[in-house]
T-cell receptor
Framework: DAGITQSPRYKITETGRQVTLMCHQTWSHSYMFWYRQDLGHGLRLIYYSAAADITDKGEVPDGYVVSRSKTENFPLTLESATRSQTSVYFC?????????????FGPGTRLTVT | RKEVEQDPGPFNVPEGATVAFNCTYSNSASQSFFWYRQDCRKEPKLLMSVYSSGNEDGRFTAQLNRASQYISLLIRDSKLSDSATYLCAVTISGAGSYQLTFGKGTKLSVIP
């Protein structure tokens, strides 16, 4: 039972390139989330999704695009990567309901934009 | 003022010690409260939810004080394996999205 996985785990890309980070969960959780974690800022929510085809912005959505055509997948795309998007990206999922705040995180993707 | 604030530490404590962390939140509409643990270069993992009546899980006790808008985490009989960063997180009522707002974390080092 893999739970929640992210790929790639490490990525180096150049400024201006499009990059897609993948997230897959096997629990059939309704809710999925993308966070970035930076020194001095902690974890910040980029986008979230309440169900397939339902997505909404979080605290820092600029420069990112998400989609959710299937419940189990929630890819995050950086349309034109910038150095400020160098970060560790975590995907998370949750059942919602009374357990909504109990989120389960993937192992993260370390992205470097040169 | 930040929505969720924590003392960044580090807290350096000897094995067997009792250590307590506090976390304050600014939004009185905050509804649910959690402690997460994050090991170095790893993902956050849910440690415990924090209930209004307080709750205990082994050596860990979490408390909520709504009047003063803070939550606390008490670790008794600290083990070397407790060394990690502890993140508090809150959700806002009415958001319907279960968005978590995290503090920046408190680093704990348990020393032999």
């Amino acid at each position: 039972d893999a739970g929640i996985t992210q790929s790639p785990r490490y990525k180096i890309t150049e400024t201006g390139r499009q990059v897609t980070l993948m997230c897959h969960q096997t629990w059939s959780h309704s809710y999925m989330f993308w966070y970035r974690q930076d020194l001095g800022h902690g974890l910040r929510l980029i986008y979230y999704s309440a169900a397939a085809d339902i997505t909404d912005k979080g605290e820092v959505p600029d420069g990112y695009v998400v989609s959710r055509s299937k419940t189990e997948n929630f890819p995050l795309t950086l349309e034109s990567a910038t150095r400020s998007q160098t970060s560790v990206y975590f995907c998370a999922s949750s059942e919602g309901g009374l357990a909504g705040g109990e989120q389960y995180f993937g192992p993260g993707t370390r992205l470097t934009v040169t | 003022r930040k929505e969720v604030e924590q003392d960044p530490g580090p807290f350096n404590v000897p094995e067997g010690a009792t250590v307590a962390f506090n976390c304050t939140y600014s939004n009185s509409a905050s509804q649910s409260f959690f402690w997460y643990r994050q090991d170095c270069r790893k993902e956050p993992k849910l440690l415990m939810s924090v209930y209004s009546s307080g709750n205990e899980d082994g050596r860990f006790t979490a408390q909520l004080n709504r009047a003063s808008q803070y939550i606390s985490l008490l670790i008794r009989d600290s083990k070397l394996s407790d060394s990690a960063t502890y993140l508090c997180a809150v959700t806002i009522s009415g958001a319907g999205s279960y968005q978590l707002t995290f503090g920046k974390g408190t680093k704990l080092s348990v020393i032999p």
